[in-house]
């Protein structure tokens, strides 16, 4: 269990809005507020390096640039910054989190069950185990990675929520 409390987590906060990827060493948090979005947490449990990404939608459309905002081309930007700094992908901690229904469709159509079965895809093909997830479920959640540790806490959010927050 980590010596950290939320309120110590927040306040080395490096927010990530939608679309964006964090990468870092032992000192780092990175923070960011998930509802249909999903986050990939990537760390190296002996080098304490870390990645994060904030994706919106699954994967990138043929007519549109790679960009964090997609799951597939976020991946791919957080193996690269891992590799940059000589983390072996192979030995990473890899965990999910979001892809909370925030709309009424059907479980086809709705972008939050999209996302983590892209998740889990793309950790799949890596060659990874998901280790931990948070996932599903209605509303939004915040979340803090805390690089030092590989741990993710999770503060469920909306006012009506009746689940506790989680150390992941």
Known sequence: ????????????????????????????????LLGSCVA??????????GSISHFVLPAVPDFRLPDGKYGTAAFEQQKKDLNRLGVNLKQCVAKIFGGGKMFSHSEQQDIGFRNISMARKLIQEAGLSIT?????????????????????????????????????
């Open 1 to 32: 269990m980590s010596r950290h409390g939320f309120n110590d987590l927040a306040a080395r906060e490096i927010f990530l809005n939608p679309g964006e990827i964090g990468c870092g060493h032992q000192h780092e948090v990175f923070g960011t």
């Open 40 to 49: 990939i947490t990537l760390w190296h449990p002996v080098r304490r390096i």
């Open 132 to 168: 931990s997830e948070n996932v599903g479920g209605e509303g939004y959640r915040r979340l803090y990675f805390d690089v030092e540790t590989g741990e993710v806490w999770i503060k469920f959010d909306w006012l009506d929520s009746d689940q506790e927050d989680k150390i992941l």
